[in-house]
């Protein structure tokens, strides 16, 4: 049963930085490209960054230069920093692995991010 845990969200001031940790059991997590989506309230759930198993990374237009995501295997876990942190980053930031795209995602349970202004 794969499961994925994500920490390190909280409340920033504008400008702040953070870093999320997601941390994957219950497969092979060098196997599975690994995702950070997004969600604010009354708006649906975006990419923010992903990783593939190789190491290539695809970012959203709205956070390139700002974020970066990467992956630690021996432990398992992908990690998203977050730096120049805006109010419209405001959301729950979830974590998804996916080995291919026919086979079903999992996520996790979602960390909240708070920007104040």
């Known amino acids: 049963q794969v499961q994925l845990v994500e920490s390190g969200g909280g409340l920033v001031q504008t400008g702040g930085s953070l870093r999320l940790s997601c941390v994957f059991s219950g497969s092979i997590f060098s196997a599975y490209t690994m995702g950070w989506y997004r969600q604010a309230p009354g708006k649906q759930r975006d990419l923010v960054a992903e990783?593939?198993?190789?190491?290539?990374?695809n970012y959203a237009d709205f956070v390139k230069g700002r974020f970066t995501i990467s992956r630690d295997n021996p432990k398992n876990t992908v990690y998203l920093q977050m730096n120049s942190l805006k109010p419209e980053d405001t959301a729950v930031y979830y974590c998804?692995?996916?080995?291919?795209?026919?086979?079903?995602?999992?996520w996790g349970q979602g960390t909240q991010v708070t920007v104040s202004s």
């Open positions: 998804k692995g996916s080995i291919d795209a026919f086979s079903r995602p999992y």
């Open positions: 990783i593939t198993s190789g190491g290539r990374t």
